[in-house]
Each structure stands twice: as C-alpha cells, then as structure tokens.
C-alpha cells in the first residue's frame, strides 16, 4: 500500500511495485542562483516546491504518481559573474539528467517526467527526456511551470506582474512574498529599473545571445515594484491548478504501453 506520493518517503520495494504497476514519476528540476539584491539565492527552488509539491499531492488523487527529491542546483552558468550562485555547467547537467532518468528505468518505471523551474535548465531538460526516450522502452515529458500555465498566466501580463516569469521581477517577488515574505528584501526594490528586451530577429525560434543581456540588467529582468503576497498567492494557485491539468492529460497521452523495438 502507497502511504505518501514522495519517491523518498518510501521504500525500495514499495517503489518498485509503484513502478511496475505503471505508475509515474515526476523530477522536479530548479536552481540556486543570484536573483537581483532583493530575492533569496532559492527563489526557484521556493517556487519550484511549492507548485509542483501541491500539484503532485492533488493530481495523485487520482493519476498513479510519484515525486522524486527535488533536483535544487541546475545550470546556471549566466549568474555565476554576480555571486551567490551554484551551478553545473551545461554538459554535466545534462547528463545528470540522463543519470536521474537512467535510475528511474532501472527503479522500473517506464513514465517519467520533468517539470522545471529555471529558464537555464530547459533545453537540457527536454533533450533528456528526448534521449531517454530513444534509448529506453519508455514514455518522457517534459516542460517548465511557465509554458505549462502561460495561458492562464497571459492575462495577469498585461496587469504590474511584470515579464513572465522574468528573472527576479514582480513575478517571481510575488510568488516569494506568498511564500516566505521575510526571505524578500523589499528595502531593496529598486522603482527604476529598466525592464530587459530581449534581442530578437522577428523570426519565431531564433535566439540571439549577447553577453550580458542574457540576466537582465544587473541581474534581474523588471522592476519588483508592485509585486505583492496577495498576487503571488494568485499566480501559485494558477500555477498548480495548470500543473494538475497538465499532468492528469500527460498520464492520459501515456496510457498505451511505450513501443519496443
Ligand atoms: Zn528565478
């Protein structure tokens, strides 16, 4: 009998007959980085928790789901330069990701998915999934909290949250504020800040690299003024209520056993 829908509250041989029943397994992915003079280094991490923690519990109530540990230190090689900031680089975080899914095949489990919460991880998260999926007999998924939710999310853009998600602007100070308001520095909420515009060709997929802008400036991408606990509160429950969705559609495209070839 599953008592709990954490990976690491269980046993080994709980978890292997989770897995062999066919039941998913969801690796929540995020970071510890600089986020500007006001946000906590774990700004990710606190968001990361917080949605898909809730939105595995609630969508466990009726998918076959497990969370792993989350993984908290991602790639973060574009904050190092400011300080406070952990970080793999791209190679190795890929093939921790490639490591972590391996385990889980040989845990048993032939569905697992990544949910990310840190723009630094996404291309490696998703050729992760997409390597494992070729190399083993198994389902993948994965996206990041904001693609997963940006519908709902799209109507709170035109209002002071800011640039979603942004990196340490009113967005992410919010979602901070609901969730541990006395880790947010709000002397230092700077009301001028420019807000970062991202260089672009016109064409949709091109991505322009220029060193420096790719943090905002000074580290962060919009002012926080205007963020609030009440907003955050908002955005959290869109968040994981999307979270749910999504993952309860992901179980449905994955019900058809993985192809052997
Ligand atoms: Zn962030």
New binding site residues.
């Given amino acids: 009998m599953i008592r709990s829908h954490l990976f690491h509250a269980l046993t080994r041989d709980q978890i292997t007959a989770f897995a062999k029943s066919g039941g998913a397994v969801v690796v929540p992915l995020a970071?510890t980085?600089q986020?500007g003079p006001h946000l906590p280094v774990y700004?990710?991490s606190m968001?990361c928790e917080s949605v898909v923690t809730k939105a595995v519990q609630l969508a466990a109530e009726t998918v076959s789901l497990l969370m792993t540990p989350m993984l908290s230190i991602g790639c973060s090689e574009h904050h190092k330069n400011f300080g406070g900031t952990l970080s793999f680089t791209s190679t190795t975080y890929l093939q921790m990701l490639s490591d972590i899914g391996n385990s889980l095949v040989q845990c048993g489990f032939n569905k697992i998915i990544y949910i990310n919460?840190?723009g630094g991880n996404e291309p490696l998260m998703q050729q992760a999934a997409n390597d494992l999926a070729v190399k083993h007999a198994v389902w993948t998924a994965s996206a990041s909290y904001w693609r997963i939710a940006s519908e709902v999310l799209h109507e709170y853009r035109m209002t002071e949250a800011g640039i979603i998600?942004g990196?340490?602007g009113a967005f992410?100070s919010s979602m901070v504020m609901a969730i541990r308001r006395e880790w947010v520095d709000e002397m230092s909420f700077k009301k001028d800040h420019p807000s970062v515009s991202w260089i672009g060709t016109g064409v949709p997929g091109t991505f322009v690299g220029k060193h420096g802008i790719l943090t905002g400036h000074d580290g962060y991408t919009d002012s926080p003024i205007g963020a609030s606990e009440e907003k955050g509160q908002v955005y959290i429950e869109a968040i994981t209520s999307s979270l749910v969705q999504w993952l309860k559609t992901v179980l449905h495209t994955m019900k058809e056993p993985p192809d052997e070839q």
């Fill in positions: 970071a980085e986020h700004t990710d968001i919460a840190h998600p990196h340490a992410e």
